[in-house]
């Protein structure tokens, strides 16, 4: 074997809880577990349980308790900010929700389904479709991401925009306590004022206040029709000023309002198998536009038209395209869900994923690239994300032909210039992948201490023990 | 004086924290803040204490934490649940939000509006109509109900059904804690995962958890046509028929979907001056439709003609008038808005805020109708309310002609005919006006033990010494 501090009677422990099948502790079968998918983190660690009941998983975060074992939850794996991987000491365990994938129901006539933790979101999307509703969390992990994760970190994703991030999506709640207790919340109620309202605790806590075994979701009426457009502009302002106007034009029929940069488009017609360039010139930014109607597809047509041709004629956008096919319209989407993975094809990237309030972007996208290139000259910005929600990731690429761990040696320098001017701007240095480990001690500099003491307070009230997800948000 | 005790001395501290002025003492004054709207409670109290800051707001809650003096905050005193006024001891000291009333920033660009806890809802709605904005909480009480009241109640209202509730209009708060200590989280950002969400504590904790003394309300697009109908039905289930019809005809742009009995309208005509039936012929059961169109008013009576063309020919539908002016779609709403004011000119009232699935809604009524007039021959239930968030108010007039005291003594026996078949539902007991002192007995049948100690948890971590709105909620 080799140094990890490891107990063979807990191992055997959780084996008799959850089945020695469903133990991993052999080094090639834990490996996928222990790193997250940007290599930042690679941990160690004892044992995987893989629970297929929630009664397992209550068994098991009760002998950890016991034991004062550290447990860290894990989903689909997709998280950013390494929350969901063990650290390096190999003292923790990971309970992997992985096999908690059923479908408990789907209540078409009051539009809620009952997902376990463990259901790829992308079945959560095509379960409510066969049944001819809508689940509009969206994002670009959607195939391999698990829904018990989307909760824990509140995922924002695209849909955002119109139906709000994964906490407005979500009815009711089944939840283990670190103590083992089991907390049924599973309510499918669209009103309940009885008493504090629990699942707002669980909802974006990333893993370390209990784990979330399953969900009932808010399932919507389909659109019966969208239209999709790509236009090109001159800059963020504009974008700026073509999302106020789709947004009076279209309500809450405006479903998706993206932007690029020109960087962006180009990093992914290289990278991306069969991505072009939806237009025939060249525009320094780009805006990705969605309508959805409830009563067919020409009113969905009708309304970007109208929103498109005001902004043309007004000189908003020099350029657009409309999807003329679904086919059309998913391919203008994979260019936007695709700049998440193509940046790794350029070299190294410094991440930011952070929010300022909507009207603030374009100053913020000014004033970020221009710190960060001054810094770092020749590093390339990629700011891409959802303008309607202030959600900027401001990424930024290496210069081409450097170092790549001399470039990424100053990822703390880069995210100290664009954190301070977010902090300036009043903004948010975790819009939507949220803290783990990574933004740990950032968090510490950008909230008060009586927040986080506030927060230190939640956490002992939940987890008297600290056995969950140890050391990640606070 | 009276046998009130009493601290001269603590009130000699408030008032210097306060100004003379601003502190109230005497039986006459202080009357109108100890009785709530249905009059079930009538307090007594010390002192009623009116800060014109945070600043004083903080100093009278360090007092209140350093001798032991129990706090009941107010808003507009609006409350059904006699959470906002003081208990019988006189012990209690009333701190009152109504002159924190500035509504401090509106910023129409970004779609924010930063309101301290006393401005008055209306006045809202109003600052964001004149900013060419729509702030779209709604409800009966909106003339004198305050905002930070509705934030602590999480209040619902009529709106909720396309823009959620008060927790999802909400995205910053400004609260003293029940230690003095000020937690500034005024925050204007739509995604921010930056640690777990504070203000979700607060929201809806019914002034148990701290004080709110300001918030940052979202804004949305002022919808440029609005058309409302009033509709004749059969019974719930067709109501149910034409709500799910109009959904998907609508989608997000139904704004307003209410049901009503002929009982409901009766007391309404007969007791809310000037208020007329809008249909010819009498029917069983009534809804009424709004349809918002971000684009004309001909687009939102194009889409509500739509969907009540399709209702009638399928004959889920008798009759319906569509309001031919902005006059007429008041006067349905006045009908709606009427509803819980009229009630009393029927004698005693026993009332029930509960919600259910919104598919099992006809069968709540049909349930509980008939449970009710068992139990109570000749009573008259009067359900009305919020059919697409599955939130009825099924309150209950007694016998003509019988004792109006006798009937009201019976309050608990009724109450438990209806939770019961709520609770065999699955539905909450509470579903918009909270727990408060009225269901504070309830709230411990209806939740698990571990979900009153979770409450209990959170109310210790936050209130060490519960000085805060004692013996409310938990």
Request: hydrophobic letters at 45%.
């Amino acid at each position: 074997m080799n140094d990890i501090p490891t107990s063979e009677s807990l191992r055997e422990r959780l084996g008799r809880i959850v089945g020695a099948r469903h133990i991993l502790t052999d080094p090639d079968d834990v490996a996928p577990y222990c790193v997250e998918p940007r290599e930042l983190y690679r941990g160690a660690t004892q044992a995987v349980v893989l629970p297929g009941s929630t009664k397992e998983v209550a068994a098991i975060l009760r002998l950890a308790n016991e034991t004062a074992t550290p447990v860290v939850p894990q989903a689909g794996n997709t998280g950013l900010v390494g929350a969901q991987v063990p650290d390096e000491t190999g003292r923790e365990i990971v309970l992997s929700v992985a096999r908690l994938d059923r479908i408990r129901d789907l209540d078409a006539d009051g539009g809620t389904m009952v997902a376990e933790a463990g259901v790829i979101l992308e079945r959560v999307q095509e379960a409510a479709a066969e049944a001819g509703l809508f689940f509009p969390l969206s994002l670009g992990a959607q195939g391999s991401c698990r829904i018990g994760g989307n909760i824990a970190t509140n995922a924002g994703g695209t849909g955002a925009l119109a139906y709000g991030s994964m906490r407005e999506l979500v009815l009711g709640l089944e939840v283990v306590l670190p103590t083992g207790e089991v907390w049924h919340g599973l309510r499918r109620l669209k009103k309940d004022n009885a008493g504090y309202d629990l699942k707002q605790l669980f909802i974006g806590s990333e893993g370390t206040l209990g784990v979330i075994t399953a969900a009932v979701l808010k399932l919507f009426a389909a659109p019966r029709g969208r239209a999709v457009a790509f236009a090109g502009l001159a800059s963020p302002q504009a974008a700026l000023k073509l999302f106020r106007g789709a947004r009076a034009a279209a309500g809450p029929a405006l479903t998706g309002f993206e932007i690029l940069s020109r960087t962006g488009l180009e990093f992914v017609t290289a990278h991306l198998p069969g991505a072009r360039d939806p237009l025939a010139e060249p525009h320094p930014w780009y805006a990705l536009l969605e309508v959805s109607s409830a009563r067919s597809e020409v009113d969905a047509q009708a309304m970007l038209e109208e929103a498109l041709t005001a902004a043309l004629e007004a000189g908003t956008i020099a350029d657009a395209a409309i999807a003329a096919s679904l086919d059309q319209a998913a391919q203008f989407w994979r260019i936007r869900h695709g700049l998440a993975e193509v940046q790794r094809h350029e070299g190294g990237s410094i991440k930011h994923d952070v929010s300022v309030p909507v009207a603030l972007i374009p100053e913020f996208i000014a004033r970020a690239e221009e710190a960060v290139i001054r810094a770092v000259p020749g590093a390339r910005p990629v700011p891409f994300g959802h303008m309607g929600d202030g959600n900027i990731h401001f990424n930024v690429s290496q210069p081409p032909g450097v170092d790549k761990a001399a470039f990424l040696a100053r990822w703390e320098e880069v995210n100290a210039i664009v954190h301070g001017i977010v902090a300036e701007m009043g903004g948010s240095i975790a819009a939507e992948h949220g803290i783990g480990r990574l933004k740990r001690g950032l968090l510490a500099e950008v909230r008060r201490p009586l927040e986080l003491d506030l927060m230190r307070r939640l956490k002992r009230a939940l987890d008297p023990n600290g056995i969950l997800n140890p050391g990640r948000v606070i």
